[in-house]
């Protein structure tokens, strides 16, 4: 079955499990880094979930299932994720707490515009090339930036590495943000706002 914009209301399939699985490696990826501090572990983890999150997407277009859940759970892992490993990156001292704060506040604002879309009927707009690059360069920078808590060539490499594409993930992650805010703004300046039906 479809709905009525043509995506799958499958709940059940491989794209949805992979982002399920990420989902729940996010608790599990906290415990590694501020339980016992098993970095290696942790750092394996991080790049599974990289991957996933480019299979669930690349899955769904090749295979046709595109799903409503989907579209739902995945931004929702990656959001998660973020926020779980620069909570738990500041609290190891590995990030500095302005880029731990930097990111979620972002998401908050957005989150913020939601009520505003729904007084013209919509409960999201679709995403923007530039946010699913500033993921992107996010879950890239995350396990360098792991990887450079330590000594020697591998990890200083590791370290400037990692801030480039945390430095660009942040920028691009807000800069995305104000573009969608803006077209919030042209939304609700050219279209009505939509009646509510009582019952």
């Not at 059940?12 to 572990?41: C, I, K, M, Q, Y």
């Not at 599974?48 to 989907?70: K, N, Y």
């Not at 994720?81 to 302005?98: M, N």
């Not at 992107?136 to 591998?154: I, K, Q, R, W």
């Amino acid at each position: 079955m479809v709905d009525d914009v043509g995506r799958s209301t499958r709940v059940w399939t491989l794209p949805n499990l992979l982002s399920a699985v990420r989902l729940a490696g996010v608790p599990v990826f906290l415990w590694l880094v501020l339980g016992p501090e098993a970095d290696a572990w942790a750092l394996a983890l991080l790049v599974v979930s990289g991957i996933t999150d480019f299979l669930d997407g690349w899955l769904a277009r090749r295979w046709g299932q595109t799903s409503a859940l989907g579209q739902i759970l995945d931004p929702v892992a990656d959001r998660l994720y973020i926020l779980a490993v620069v909570v738990g990156l500041a609290l190891r001292d590995v990030i500095p707490w302005w880029m731990a704060v930097s990111l979620p506040l972002r998401d908050a604002l957005m989150w913020g515009l939601v009520p505003l879309l729904r007084t013209r009927g919509y409960s999201s707009l679709p995403v923007h090339f530039l946010g699913k690059a500033a993921t992107f360069n996010l879950l890239y920078a995350f396990p360098l930036l792991l990887l450079g808590d330590g000594d020697g060539a591998v990890a200083t490499l590791a370290e400037v590495f990692g801030w480039s594409f945390a430095l660009w993930g942040i920028g691009l992650y807000w800069w995305a943000g104000v573009l969608y805010a803006w077209q919030v703004r042209r939304l609700l300046a050219t279209t009505e706002r939509r009646s509510v039906s009582h019952a």
